[in-house]
């Protein structure tokens, strides 16, 4: 459960959605949430009459300062590989590599297409763009191809993927991870070569969220403007400049854009 609030953060979740994600009781989520609640890892809000949960990032700083500072005495050969990793300069490898970027939602059929897409036309030679899916379809969506042949991308280029496709010996080291659906985020995974970063750009899926025909259509577009805003701040970002903190605390704030 942690761990699922871990990928949806900086974001909060409902406990129903948790409870479905992680095929558990609403009772046996309650009795865990309580849990968190009282070690003081997670936070309640309210907004109307539904209730969300989110990591007190707050308290978990002070818990892992706690582990490192008492219980391993501060030893600093603990201490140091990870706190460099974080200080310094992310971005160590040859500056004439392009990064590469994955985009990921269940079906691998709209949201992640079009992140796809769009990276590759404002990346240029600096990124490699990738999309894959959870539970891909077998096509991209109509209604997403329409979009990308609108907006000028080549829709032929485009498919859905596995996610295992990218998890083979031989796949590319991965640079970021990007999840653009919560059910996609919702699904835990498996540890990606490089340790890229990762971050969470929920975007409302348009097949569920209008049932109206034109509104549907309406929906897709907005989806893709949506990306459009995020991608294009991602390539303004000086991320070869950037320390891995300061980036990951960038790459949440696109997410809300």
């Given at each position: 459960?942690?761990?699922?609030?871990?990928?949806?953060?900086?974001?909060?979740?409902?406990?129903?959605?948790?409870?479905?994600?992680?095929?558990?009781?609403?009772?046996?989520?309650?009795?865990?949430?309580?849990?968190?609640?009282?070690?003081?890892?997670?936070?309640?809000?309210?907004?109307?009459?539904?209730?969300?949960?989110?990591?007190?990032?707050?308290?978990?700083?002070?818990?892992?300062?706690?582990?490192?500072?008492?219980?391993?005495?501060?030893?600093?050969?603990?201490?140091?590989?990870?706190?460099?990793?974080?200080?310094?300069?992310?971005?160590?490898?040859?500056?004439?590599?392009?990064?590469?970027?994955?985009?990921?939602?269940?079906?691998?059929?709209?949201?992640?297409?079009?992140?796809e897409a769009l990276l590759r036309r404002f990346g240029e030679t600096r990124f490699e763009a990738f999309s894959a899916g959870t539970s891909p379809k077998e096509e991209i969506n109509?209604?997403?191809?329409?979009?990308?042949?609108?907006?000028?991308?080549?829709?032929?280029?485009?498919?859905?993927?596995?996610?295992?496709?990218?998890?083979?010996?031989?796949?590319?080291?991965?640079?970021?991870?990007?999840?653009?659906?919560?059910?996609?985020?919702?699904?835990?995974?498996?540890?990606?070569?490089?340790?890229?970063?990762?971050?969470?750009?929920?975007?409302?899926?348009?097949?569920?969220?209008?049932?109206?025909?034109?509104?549907?259509?309406?929906?897709?577009?907005?989806?893709?403007?949506?990306?459009?805003?995020?991608?294009?701040?991602?390539?303004?970002?000086?991320?070869?400049?950037?320390?891995?903190?300061?980036?990951?605390?960038?790459?949440?704030?696109?997410?809300?854009?």
């Open positions: 459960m942690f761990r699922l609030l871990a990928r949806r953060a900086p974001g909060s979740v409902r406990p129903a959605e948790m409870a479905d994600a992680l095929a558990i009781k609403h009772s046996t989520l309650s009795v865990y949430l309580s849990a968190l609640a009282r070690a003081g890892l997670v936070l309640s809000e309210r907004d109307g009459k539904s209730i969300y949960y989110r990591i007190d990032f707050a308290r978990l700083s002070g818990l892992t300062e706690f582990l490192v500072a008492d219980c391993c005495r501060g030893r600093p050969e603990l201490c140091a590989p990870m706190a460099g990793s974080f200080t310094n300069s992310w971005i160590e490898r040859n500056s004439a590599q392009p990064l590469k970027v994955l985009f990921i939602c269940r079906g691998n059929s709209a949201r992640s297409i079009f992140a109509p209604h997403a191809r329409d979009v990308v042949h609108k907006m000028g991308h080549d829709a032929s280029s485009f498919a859905p993927k596995p996610l295992g496709s990218f998890q083979a010996d031989d796949s590319p080291e991965l640079d970021f991870v990007f999840t653009v659906c919560d059910r996609a985020a919702n699904e835990d995974q498996p540890k990606w070569r490089g340790q890229p970063l990762t971050a969470h750009w929920s975007v409302p899926d348009p097949a569920s969220l209008w049932q109206d025909p034109q509104e549907r259509v309406n929906g897709y577009m907005i989806a893709y403007q949506t990306l459009e805003r995020r991608i294009a701040g991602l390539v303004d970002l000086p991320i070869r400049d950037m320390n891995r903190l300061d980036l990951q605390h960038a790459l949440d704030a696109l997410g809300e854009a």
